[in-house]
């Protein structure tokens, strides 16, 4: 493949001066001056589209930072309202002059208000409630306003807790009446008081994470309000933000191998994944708590009791080969000492994989290839690409004298622009296969310039809504080409670039106060080679199949701030592997048998009901009638509840190539187990099978 650009989701180094001059004041003070400098900077002068800092940057600024950090009204008053907005057209020249009073007052805010409604759910849930009552409860914040002082915010609170406690009550009364005799019967007191438990628990829980975020974390949300004014994909991360991005971006990371989660104020193991260090050693398992850290043979502990999250998994994760000492405590009550050499952990579940499966009619044998996200390692050579693990998948298939391939791009949210672009030359002899626009100049056209095609045969590519970016890229292509068949519902409509921009290498000087986090821009937007952007308007399916969520707006156009669908110049382009013929009689046949099937015509009229219920924000709080409305819903949900539990694809196996890795150990072999099984179930495959065998059929 040939670039004129590096132009792929990477860390690229450039160096930018801040402009102004910070006083040496507390640390805290001078690095968030010195973050928001350079984050401007890099705004100004590479952003796809700068905005200007000015009073209608700052009104929108403070709206979408009040809906970020109270959303649901649950915490400010209109009294504090008041005080902030004060600085509604200010928070331009904050920005620029690196103050944060704006900031800082919401934060004392906030806090007080956390506080003081921690004292309203304690009290409140120590009575029981009046559930005769007839009154209503406004879930949407938005729609409910913020309380005019704390007499009507602590009504909210009296309302929203009893909703809690009341859905539980019908959803215990709802468990006791199908167990019958077997039990006892609790009186409804019993199951009141129960459930008031069980929500003050929630609510101690809930507030005990809140109480945990640092003032570095509010921070973030904040810069991030301020660069998602540019556009939604524009963002501010913490050194750890970032470390996490790379992790999920190259299915690698340098540690334990243990995936972990808050429980209360302690720090627990959630699962222990599979071929890692803690795995292979056989001593740390799942619901361990972890009380103390230590490093290599260092005799100090740290207790991590009550430490966040991030705190907790910056001390554990580490360079290969070193060694971490854990003290936890195990399930069975008992304390232990455990030493764990860290090494990389491979997080395989995020692979592509491929199966076999048996067409509509006899001999007939389809490829299967699912790709959860176009992932790369760019920080190890000998790291998995997506695009490289496509290739391997495509030779077995192919050696397996498959009549068709389908992949799977459901749910993909993108990723490597460098992987899909080769990707899609797999597919073609050669030829552009998207545009990439900077804010000037012309469009770059990244081109597959290798004329091999490693595969020639029948193709059809699976999207949904949640297909997204490269998705999309491979997606147009194909379909611009006549290469491919697209089936599914429209995709997810993100058609921009981003690149990461280290602050460190930004910013010359002020070591004491580094790392300062990175910045992820927008830079550039794609565009497909016919010229039409993918944003905002996605890809739309040649041929489209009902989806539950159909009727619920999802995508990009849901964000903040989207950027707009523009249109440059078309390519020239052909391309003589294998061209789709008579699409339009392909799509009437399909849509004959999505009309004729029942569960197509089900999940259509699930669609319906899906999208009422989404618009309801009121419920009754009187119980009589919230139980009546409860089980309408129960009545109409249970219609659905089997919709995707039959077996529909009988013949789905793995490729004897892949058995003796997937036999390696039991957590392999049983993610392969769940894996094939959701694939035997999956109705959609089943139409695209039917959509495959009509697509061979036009070639015979």
Do not use: C
Not at 214 to 223: A, E, P, T
Not at 382 to 410: M, T
Not at 613 to 625: H, I
């Amino acid at each position: 493949m040939k670039f004129r650009k590096p132009i792929f989701f990477s860390v690229v180094f450039i160096t930018l001066l801040v402009a102004a001059f910070y006083p040496r004041v507390d640390n805290n003070t001078q690095k968030d001056a010195v973050i928001i400098g350079a984050i401007l900077n890099y705004l100004k002068q590479l952003h796809f589209q700068p905005k200007p800092l000015d009073d209608q940057f700052s009104q929108q600024v403070y709206t979408l930072y009040l809906d970020r950090i109270d959303g649901s009204r649950r915490f400010l008053t209109q009294e504090d309202i008041k005080r902030l907005e004060n600085y509604k057209n200010q928070l331009d020249d904050e920005a620029r002059s690196g103050d944060f009073e704006f900031f800082d007052l919401s934060l004392d805010l906030l806090n007080k208000g956390m506080k003081k409604v921690q004292g309203y759910y304690r009290d409140i849930l120590t009575e029981p409630f009046d559930f005769e009552k007839d009154e209503k409860f406004e879930l949407d914040g938005k729609k409910r306003g913020f309380a005019k002082n704390d007499d009507e915010l602590r009504q909210y609170w009296q309302r929203y807790l009893k909703y809690e406690v009341m859905t539980r009550i019908a959803s215990e009364m709802e468990t006791q009446q199908k167990t019958g005799e077997e039990s006892a019967p609790k009186s409804f007191e019993q199951i009141e008081e129960e459930a008031r438990k069980d929500v003050l628990k929630l609510m101690d829980d809930w507030f005990g994470r809140l109480a945990k975020l640092k003032r570095s974390n509010r921070l973030s949300y904040y810069l991030s309000t301020i660069t998602n004014i540019f556009d939604p994909h524009t963002d501010y991360l913490e050194p750890i933000d970032k470390q996490n991005f790379n992790i999920r971006f190259s299915g690698r990371l340098e540690g334990i191998g243990a995936r972990l989660q808050t429980s209360g104020d302690f720090t627990k193991v959630n699962e222990v994944v599979v071929g890692g260090p803690a795995w292979k050693g056989q001593e740390l398992k799942e619901g361990d708590i972890i009380l103390k850290v230590a490093q290599g043979d260092s005799p100090e502990f740290v207790d991590v009791a009550g430490m966040q999250l991030d705190d907790v998994v910056q001390l554990i994760r580490g360079e290969k080969g070193t060694k971490v000492r854990l003290f936890v405590k195990k399930v069975d009550g008992t304390t232990r000492e455990i030493a764990i050499i860290r090494d990389v952990v491979i997080f395989e579940e995020g692979f592509a994989k491929s199966l076999l499966l048996d067409g509509v009619e006899q001999g007939e044998k389809i490829g299967y290839v699912y790709l959860p996200r176009f992932y790369a390692d760019f920080e190890n050579r000998d790291g998995r690409f997506s695009a490289k693990d496509i290739a391997v998948e495509l030779e077995k298939l192919k050696s397996e004298k498959v009549q068709g391939i389908i992949l799977d791009l459901r749910n993909n949210g993108g990723g490597s622009l460098h992987d899909v672009v080769t990707m899609s030359g797999y597919f073609i002899e050669k030829g552009p296969i998207v545009q990439v626009k900077s804010r000037t100049g012309q469009p770059d056209v990244l081109e597959d310039t290798d004329p091999r095609v490693q595969y020639n045969g029948p193709l059809i590519v699976m999207v949904n809504a949640f297909s997204a970016s490269a998705s999309e890229i491979l997606a147009a292509a194909l379909q611009d080409y006549g290469r491919a068949v697209i089936v599914g519902t429209p995709t997810y409509g993100k058609g921009t670039v981003q690149h990461f921009y280290n602050l460190d290498r930004g910013v010359r000087g002020f070591e004491d106060i580094k790392p300062l986090g990175e910045v992820k821009l927008t830079i550039q937007k794609f565009y497909r080679i016919n010229g039409g952007s993918t944003q905002l308007r996605g890809v739309t399916p040649d041929i489209i199949l009902p989806d539950q969520y159909q009727y619920i707006e999802v995508g990009e156009r849901e964000n903040d701030y989207p950027m707009e669908w523009t249109q440059i110049a078309p390519l020239k382009y052909q391309q003589n592997v294998y061209k789709v013929r008579n699409l339009q009689k392909i799509k009437a046949k399909s849509e004959k048998r999505i009309a004729d099937n029942n569960v197509f015509q089900t999940v259509e009229e699930n669609a319906r009901r899906l999208k009422a219920q989404s618009e309801q924000s009121a419920y009754p709080l009187k119980f009589s009638t919230y139980l009546a409305m409860a089980r309408e819903q129960e009545l109409q949900a249970k219609q659905f509840d089997d919709l995707f539990e039959s077996i529909v694809n009988k013949g789905v196996k793995n490729l004897e190539v892949d058995m003796p890795l997937i036999h390696t150990d039991e957590g392999k072999k049983s993610r392969n187990e769940g894996f094939v099984q959701s694939v035997t179930k999956d109705i959609y495959i089943r139409e695209t099978l039917h959509i495959m065998h009509d697509l061979l059929r036009e070639y015979k």
